[in-house]
Protein backbone atom coordinates (compact mmCIF):
# COMPACT_ATOMS: atom_id res chain seq x y z
CA UNK A 1 0.00 0.00 0.00
CA UNK A 2 1.05 3.61 -1.14
CA UNK A 3 0.19 6.61 -0.02
CA UNK A 4 0.37 10.40 -1.31
CA UNK A 5 -1.10 13.71 -1.14
CA UNK A 6 -2.55 15.92 -3.71
CA UNK A 7 -4.01 19.07 -2.18
CA UNK A 8 -5.62 18.35 0.99
CA UNK A 9 -6.83 14.88 -0.65
CA UNK A 10 -4.71 11.33 0.20
CA UNK A 11 -4.44 9.34 -2.26
CA UNK A 12 -3.81 5.40 -1.42
CA UNK A 13 -2.81 3.09 -3.93
CA UNK A 14 -3.99 -0.92 -3.30
CA UNK A 15 -3.25 -4.24 -5.18
CA UNK A 16 -6.85 -4.43 -6.27
CA UNK A 17 -10.34 -3.77 -5.14
CA UNK A 18 -10.16 -6.50 -2.48
CA UNK A 19 -7.44 -4.57 0.24
CA UNK A 20 -9.29 -1.37 -0.53
CA UNK A 21 -12.71 -3.31 0.58
CA UNK A 22 -10.83 -4.28 4.21
CA UNK A 23 -9.32 -0.72 4.38
CA UNK A 24 -12.68 1.08 4.37
CA UNK A 25 -14.93 -1.23 6.04
CA UNK A 26 -12.53 -1.56 8.90
CA UNK A 27 -13.10 2.35 8.84
CA UNK A 28 -16.70 1.90 9.18
CA UNK A 29 -16.74 -0.84 11.56
CA UNK A 30 -14.70 1.60 13.62
CA UNK A 31 -17.37 4.61 13.14
CA UNK A 32 -19.99 2.31 14.13
CA UNK A 33 -18.46 0.16 17.26
CA UNK A 34 -17.64 3.94 18.48
CA UNK A 35 -20.30 5.65 18.19
CA UNK A 36 -21.70 6.21 21.86
CA UNK A 37 -25.26 7.27 22.34
CA UNK A 38 -25.33 8.84 18.48
CA UNK A 39 -26.26 6.83 15.47
CA UNK A 40 -23.94 6.97 12.67
CA UNK A 41 -24.83 8.05 9.25
CA UNK A 42 -22.85 6.37 6.30
CA UNK A 43 -23.78 7.96 3.01
CA UNK A 44 -23.61 5.14 0.01
CA UNK A 45 -22.94 4.55 -3.80
CA UNK A 46 -24.44 2.42 -6.10
CA UNK A 47 -22.45 0.38 -8.92
CA UNK A 48 -19.51 -1.95 -9.44
CA UNK A 49 -17.12 -0.67 -7.77
CA UNK A 50 -18.28 -0.91 -3.97
CA UNK A 51 -19.54 -3.89 -4.23
CA UNK A 52 -16.45 -5.72 -2.27
CA UNK A 53 -16.84 -3.28 0.10
CA UNK A 54 -20.64 -4.09 0.89
CA UNK A 55 -19.90 -7.73 0.57
CA UNK A 56 -16.70 -7.16 3.42
CA UNK A 57 -19.36 -5.19 5.58
CA UNK A 58 -21.93 -8.24 4.86
CA UNK A 59 -19.34 -10.63 6.30
CA UNK A 60 -18.68 -8.40 9.37
CA UNK A 61 -22.14 -8.13 10.24
CA UNK A 62 -22.42 -11.70 10.82
CA UNK A 63 -18.96 -12.87 11.51
CA UNK A 64 -18.21 -9.99 13.67
CA UNK A 65 -21.68 -9.18 14.86
CA UNK A 66 -20.78 -5.31 13.75
CA UNK A 67 -24.37 -3.29 14.06
CA UNK A 68 -24.88 -1.61 10.77
CA UNK A 69 -28.25 -2.67 11.48
CA UNK A 70 -28.39 0.07 14.14
CA UNK A 71 -26.68 2.89 11.60
CA UNK A 72 -28.95 5.80 8.96
CA UNK A 73 -28.28 4.90 5.78
CA UNK A 74 -27.88 7.93 3.08
CA UNK A 75 -28.13 6.83 -0.49
CA UNK A 76 -26.22 8.84 -3.17
CA UNK A 77 -28.14 8.99 -6.11
CA UNK A 78 -31.05 7.65 -8.07
CA UNK A 79 -32.60 7.46 -11.81
CA UNK A 80 -36.00 9.34 -12.19
CA UNK A 81 -38.89 8.35 -14.22
CA UNK A 82 -38.51 4.39 -13.49
CA UNK A 83 -41.28 2.27 -11.36
CA UNK A 84 -40.83 1.55 -7.77
CA UNK A 85 -38.84 -1.56 -7.37
CA UNK A 86 -37.12 -1.71 -10.49
CA UNK A 87 -34.40 -3.92 -10.90
CA UNK A 88 -32.06 -1.25 -12.61
CA UNK A 89 -32.53 1.24 -9.63
CA UNK A 90 -30.04 2.36 -7.12
CA UNK A 91 -32.15 1.31 -4.52
CA UNK A 92 -32.76 -1.79 -5.73
CA UNK A 93 -29.26 -2.60 -5.81
CA UNK A 94 -28.37 -1.26 -2.12
CA UNK A 95 -30.92 -3.88 -0.99
CA UNK A 96 -29.80 -6.76 -2.86
CA UNK A 97 -26.01 -5.96 -1.98
CA UNK A 98 -26.33 -4.51 1.51
CA UNK A 99 -29.50 -4.34 3.25
CA UNK A 100 -31.32 -7.77 2.83
CA UNK A 101 -28.01 -9.99 2.96
CA UNK A 102 -26.70 -7.72 6.68
CA UNK A 103 -30.44 -7.94 7.66
CA UNK A 104 -30.29 -3.73 7.71
CA UNK A 105 -33.99 -2.54 7.99
CA UNK A 106 -35.62 -0.95 4.83
CA UNK A 107 -36.52 2.09 6.85
CA UNK A 108 -33.03 2.71 7.79
CA UNK A 109 -32.14 4.06 4.19
CA UNK A 110 -32.74 7.59 3.19
CA UNK A 111 -33.22 7.34 0.01
CA UNK A 112 -34.89 8.90 -3.82
CA UNK A 113 -37.82 7.76 -5.04
CA UNK A 114 -37.08 6.70 -8.79
CA UNK A 115 -40.47 7.19 -9.07
CA UNK A 116 -41.44 10.59 -7.91
CA UNK A 117 -43.69 12.53 -10.06
CA UNK A 118 -42.72 15.83 -12.01
CA UNK A 119 -44.81 17.80 -9.27
CA UNK A 120 -43.17 15.80 -6.67
CA UNK A 121 -39.16 16.18 -6.74
CA UNK A 122 -38.41 19.83 -5.24
CA UNK A 123 -40.69 18.28 -2.37
CA UNK A 124 -38.65 14.88 -2.21
CA UNK A 125 -35.50 16.73 -2.85
CA UNK A 126 -35.77 19.25 -0.09
CA UNK A 127 -37.11 15.85 2.16
CA UNK A 128 -33.43 14.78 1.69
CA UNK A 129 -31.68 17.20 2.82
CA UNK A 130 -33.78 18.01 5.99
CA UNK A 131 -33.32 13.91 7.06
CA UNK A 132 -29.67 14.38 6.47
CA UNK A 133 -29.82 16.97 8.46
CA UNK A 134 -32.16 15.64 11.50
CA UNK A 135 -29.76 12.26 11.48
CA UNK A 136 -27.10 14.69 12.70
CA UNK A 137 -25.02 14.97 8.99
CA UNK A 138 -22.94 12.19 6.76
CA UNK A 139 -20.02 11.02 8.86
CA UNK A 140 -18.47 9.12 6.06
CA UNK A 141 -19.77 9.45 2.20
CA UNK A 142 -18.70 6.28 -0.10
CA UNK A 143 -18.03 7.37 -3.82
CA UNK A 144 -17.01 6.36 -7.03
CA UNK A 145 -15.67 8.28 -9.78
CA UNK A 146 -17.98 8.89 -13.03
CA UNK A 147 -15.50 8.78 -16.27
CA UNK A 148 -16.62 12.20 -16.76
CA UNK A 149 -15.49 13.44 -13.28
CA UNK A 150 -19.13 13.08 -11.76
CA UNK A 151 -19.75 12.82 -7.92
CA UNK A 152 -22.68 11.13 -7.82
CA UNK A 153 -24.96 12.22 -10.50
CA UNK A 154 -22.76 15.77 -10.53
CA UNK A 155 -22.19 15.85 -13.74
CA UNK A 156 -19.84 18.36 -14.98
CA UNK A 157 -21.06 22.19 -14.50
CA UNK A 158 -22.23 21.22 -10.65
CA UNK A 159 -21.60 24.15 -8.66
CA UNK A 160 -19.31 23.37 -5.71
CA UNK A 161 -22.50 24.65 -3.17
CA UNK A 162 -25.37 23.01 -5.00
CA UNK A 163 -27.45 20.68 -3.00
CA UNK A 164 -29.71 17.84 -3.66
CA UNK A 165 -31.83 17.95 -6.72
CA UNK A 166 -32.91 16.89 -9.99
CA UNK A 167 -30.70 16.69 -12.82
CA UNK A 168 -30.13 16.03 -16.61
CA UNK A 169 -27.76 12.92 -16.78
CA UNK A 170 -25.04 13.55 -19.87
CA UNK A 171 -24.85 11.42 -22.60
CA UNK A 172 -21.51 9.71 -21.70
CA UNK A 173 -23.47 8.68 -18.15
CA UNK A 174 -26.03 7.55 -20.05
CA UNK A 175 -24.09 5.20 -22.37
CA UNK A 176 -21.91 3.89 -19.48
CA UNK A 177 -25.44 2.97 -17.73
CA UNK A 178 -27.12 1.24 -20.90
CA UNK A 179 -24.75 -2.45 -19.52
CA UNK A 180 -27.46 -2.18 -16.79
CA UNK A 181 -30.86 -1.53 -18.67
CA UNK A 182 -29.98 -3.09 -21.93
CA UNK A 183 -30.05 -0.62 -24.28
CA UNK A 184 -28.95 3.53 -23.85
CA UNK A 185 -32.83 4.17 -24.79
CA UNK A 186 -33.87 2.38 -21.96
CA UNK A 187 -31.47 4.60 -19.43
CA UNK A 188 -33.42 7.31 -17.62
CA UNK A 189 -32.77 11.20 -18.58
CA UNK A 190 -33.01 12.74 -15.64
CA UNK A 191 -32.10 11.15 -12.16
CA UNK A 192 -31.95 13.01 -8.17
CA UNK A 193 -28.53 13.60 -6.45
CA UNK A 194 -27.18 14.39 -3.45
CA UNK A 195 -25.17 18.06 -4.12
CA UNK A 196 -21.77 18.58 -4.20
CA UNK A 197 -21.98 20.77 -1.08
CA UNK A 198 -24.23 17.64 0.26
CA UNK A 199 -21.36 15.24 -0.29
CA UNK A 200 -18.19 17.58 0.57
CA UNK A 201 -20.65 18.53 4.09
CA UNK A 202 -19.70 14.92 5.16
CA UNK A 203 -17.37 14.48 8.13
CA UNK A 204 -15.36 11.95 6.14
CA UNK A 205 -15.34 11.38 2.15
CA UNK A 206 -13.87 7.95 0.73
CA UNK A 207 -13.58 7.61 -3.16
CA UNK A 208 -13.05 4.43 -5.21
CA UNK A 209 -11.29 4.01 -8.61
CA UNK A 210 -10.30 0.99 -10.65
CA UNK A 211 -9.26 -0.34 -13.49
CA UNK A 212 -7.30 1.72 -16.56
CA UNK A 213 -10.86 3.28 -17.72
CA UNK A 214 -10.58 5.23 -14.41
CA UNK A 215 -6.83 6.18 -15.80
CA UNK A 216 -7.78 9.20 -17.07
CA UNK A 217 -9.90 11.16 -14.82
CA UNK A 218 -8.11 10.06 -11.74
CA UNK A 219 -4.72 11.89 -13.73
CA UNK A 220 -6.99 15.35 -14.36
CA UNK A 221 -8.67 15.33 -11.08
CA UNK A 222 -5.32 15.36 -9.25
CA UNK A 223 -3.96 17.68 -11.83
CA UNK A 224 -6.36 20.00 -13.33
CA UNK A 225 -7.45 23.14 -11.69
CA UNK A 226 -10.69 22.07 -9.03
CA UNK A 227 -13.31 23.45 -10.69
CA UNK A 228 -17.13 22.68 -11.87
CA UNK A 229 -15.53 21.65 -15.34
CA UNK A 230 -14.24 17.89 -12.95
CA UNK A 231 -16.52 17.85 -9.82
CA UNK A 232 -14.40 15.20 -8.33
CA UNK A 233 -11.54 17.68 -8.77
CA UNK A 234 -13.25 19.76 -5.27
CA UNK A 235 -12.44 16.19 -3.19
CA UNK A 236 -8.86 18.27 -3.01
CA UNK A 237 -10.35 20.64 -0.94
CA UNK A 238 -12.38 18.59 1.86
CA UNK A 239 -10.88 18.43 4.92
CA UNK A 240 -10.76 14.21 5.44
CA UNK A 241 -10.70 12.85 1.70
CA UNK A 242 -9.09 9.92 0.63
CA UNK A 243 -9.04 7.97 -2.84
CA UNK A 244 -8.41 4.97 -2.88
CA UNK A 245 -7.10 3.74 -6.25
CA UNK A 246 -5.67 0.29 -7.92
CA UNK A 247 -2.73 0.05 -10.14
CA UNK A 248 -4.37 0.74 -13.51
CA UNK A 249 -6.37 3.66 -11.77
CA UNK A 250 -3.13 5.20 -10.56
CA UNK A 251 -1.74 8.43 -12.35
CA UNK A 252 1.81 7.33 -11.79
Same mark, same amino acid.
Given at each position: ?????????????????????????????????????? *?????????? *???????????????????????????????????? $??????????????????????????????? /???????????????????????????????????????????????? *????????????????????????????? *?????????????????? $???? /???????????????????????? $??????????????
Amino acid at each position: MRRSIAGRLEVVLVEDAVPAARILAREIAELVRGRGER *TVVLGLAAGR *TPVPLYRELVRMRHEEGLALDEATLVQLDEYLELPA $GHPASFSSFLRRELLEPAGIPAERLIAPPCD /AAEGERELACAAIEHAIRAAGGIDLQILGIGLNGHLGFNEPGSHRDSR *TRVVELDEETRRHAARDFGSIEDVPRKAI *TLGLGTILDARRVRALAF $GAEK /ADVVHRMLGEDVGPALPASFLREH $GDAMLVVDGDAAPW
